[in-house]
């Protein structure tokens, strides 16, 4: 018999629905019967007590919302009734005690990654061109086209070919309604590339470098030099205009900083300097060529488990979020730190309300006392300027059952696991330390996985309940959807499905140690994440102002 409803925490003092229930229906959980007052679509929480104004609502065991007036028990939990609440927080000396999965059937793994000469392993094999500002993005957009067509990198000729037959309906006098564009075809490009060891050419495209302040200039040098640095990047080409205020020497110095011993192939170009545009392009182009010769020369090697940096990132949220893909992620971590590798949870405003647990898991009290520091000037930042961290669930998460910040944070804090905390890092900070780290970010989804892959993130599992098409350049990006419906209406952008879970089909633990298996074949090249056959290369700088 399918489970109709959840009760997450033994103390918590709502139930979520699984399915659809109706107004008036009489549920029985643990013994109690609750007759709703309402409607409960999937996804949403009822009450499990009368609750008066002011009452805390309590759900993953913590405090996420207070009740704005008197609720009757079997009542829905909505925006009306039920506000943000979140329980303060502090340093307490550490004493966590943790219980690490087991790893027995994972021991001695390998995954076939591409090693460097600094003994990082890449998961993917990728040339990146770099503008300096966003001056460059036409001319970056040009030698995309003329590289990604000629060497087998694009994605779009099913829909060229969609085109071609309307043009031809069109010409034809045909109505464009009812022409026959069926047989568009969906051929795979990867079988027309020249270099087989080059797994893409990648285009950091963004609208920064001038323009801005200084300190916007600032970031974006060491975001662009920890790109460069990534261990799936194995060469690179930057386009300069000249004048801005990102100049070639800052992203340099960053890059020496970041990486003293730097040796990939590294071409810059200014064009200030340049005889022509035409020149600075067929030039580019050339070098580029030539350094694709030599990185193609490359191959995957096997590599311990321990290699592998896992980014965790939630987008387009849900109800189920917090039930399913996201603990079911979190088993993963858990594995996956336990066999030596690295875990990146980034999204502080979607750490709201679960910062006390990461607290008390921080070993470190330097450490612990960084990610307070982080997390207050943060949610400051937002308040000056009349938001803050309680105003980050966007329109389609409170629909979806996600009514308070506090609601959505605790469950996306699900995906970290249940590991110690080793480390927090600032934005743009390197990941140096294996086990979980904290990484600060905003809870954007494309700021966030732009964050994780500066971090070191070399696979991202990005989960979803309503569907979101992110990926990122030099990353590859894993979508785990949390139910089936939505597997199956989008099913071209979802690579595994935590449905099972909600269903009672499988347990967390079962579904996370599928997705670590999935996530070896993905680092290995066996299996390509749909964002990354799609070229979703999802790229926006964080500027370090508000953004949640």
């Known amino acids: 018999m399918v489970t109709r409803i959840l009760k997450i925490h033994p103390n918590d003092n709502v139930l979520v629905a699984l399915q659809d229930l109706a107004k008036g229906e009489t ?13 409960i679509q999937a996804k949403h929480k009822f009450f499990m007590q ?56 994972f021991e001695g793994r390998t995954f076939n990654g591409y090693v460097r ?16 500002v966003f001056c ?60 087989k060891n080059v797994d893409g050419i990648k285009f950091l495209n963004h609208q920064g470098g001038c323009g801005g302040t200084r300190q916007d200039a600032a970031v974006l040098s060491k975001l662009l030099a920890a790109y460069a640095d990534h261990p799936n990047v194995a060469g690179v080409t930057v386009l300069s205009l000249g004048c801005q205020n990102l100049q070639v020497q800052d992203f340099m110095d960053d890059l020496k900083h970041r990486s003293p011993n730097f040796d990939k192939p590294l071409f810059i170009f200014e064009q200030q300097q340049s005889q022509s545009e035409e020149q600075l392009v067929k030039e580019a182009i050339r070098k580029t060529f030539i350094g694709l010769t030599e990185i193609n020369k490359i191959e995957r090697q096997p590599a311990p488990l321990s290699k592998l940096v896992l ?36 999204e502080f405003p ?53 009514i308070t910040d506090a609601i959505k944070s605790t469950g996306a804090a699900k995906k970290g ?64 959807a949390t ?6 209406r989008m099913g071209d952008i979802i690579d595994i499905n935590c449905g099972p879970v909600i269903e009672g089909e499988k347990t967390i633990e079962e579904m996370g140690a599928d997705i670590l298996e999935y996530c070896i074949k993905a680092a290995s090249g066996e299996v390509i994440p749909k964002a990354v056959l799609l070229n979703q290369d999802d790229f926006i700088p964080w500027k370090r102002g508000v953004s949640l």
Not at 85 to 105: G, I, L, Q
Not at 145 to 168: C, P, R
Not at 483 to 488: G, H, S, V
Request: glycine residues 10%.
């Open 417 to 480: 696991g249940t590991s110690p905390v080793e480390d927090v890092l600032d934005y743009t900070e390197p990941a140096t330390k294996p086990g979980l780290n904290l990484v600060c970010t905003p809870g954007n989804d494309v700021e966030a996985t732009t964050g994780k892959a500066a971090s070191g993130a070399t696979l991202i599992l990005f989960t979803t309940g309503l569907g979101t098409p992110t990926g990122n350049p030099v990353c590859p990006t894993i979508k785990v």
């Open 483 to 488: 139910n089936n419906k939505l597997t199956k």
């Open 136 to 195: 460059e993005n036409r001319n970056l957009d040009v030698i995309r086209e003329a590289l990604h067509n000629e060497l087998g990198y694009a994605v779009t000729d099913k829909y060229k070919s969609y085109t071609h037959q309307l043009v031809d309906a069109y010409k034809n006098g045909e109505s464009l309604a009812e022409a026959d564009t069926s047989a568009i075809g969906n051929a795979n490009p990867a079988a027309n590339r020249i270099f």
């Open 117 to 132: 000469n600094d003994g990082r392993v890449g998961t993917a094999n990728y040339w990146l061109f770099i503008p300096t």
């Open 311 to 346: 980014g965790v990132k939630c987008g387009g949220s849900d109800g189920f979020s917090g039930i399913s893909a996201n603990p079911a992620v979190g088993y993963t971590s858990d594995l996956l730190v336990a066999l030596g590798g690295t875990v990146l949870l980034a």
């Open 350 to 402: 979607e750490l709201c309300g679960a910062e006390q647990q990461l607290i008390d898991r921080t070993k470190d009290e330097t450490a612990a006392r960084k990610f307070i520091q982080l997390m207050t000037a943060y949610n400051q930042a937002a308040e000056n300027v009349g938001s803050g961290f309680f105003m980050n669930p966007s329109p389609g998460n409170i629909k979806d059952g996600l």
């Open 50 to 105: 009368d609750m008066n104004a002011g009452d805390h609502i309590i759900m993953y065991g913590v405090l996420v919302g207070k009740a704005q007036h008197f609720i009757l028990k079997g009542g829905l939990m909505d925006t009306e009734n039920t506000k943000h609440a979140s329980d303060p927080y502090e340093f307490r000396p550490y004493n966590y005690e943790w219980h690490a999965p087991d790893v027995s059937k």
């Open 27 to 39: 549920i029985i959980h643990d013994g109690h019967e609750y007759t709703l007052q309402d409607d």
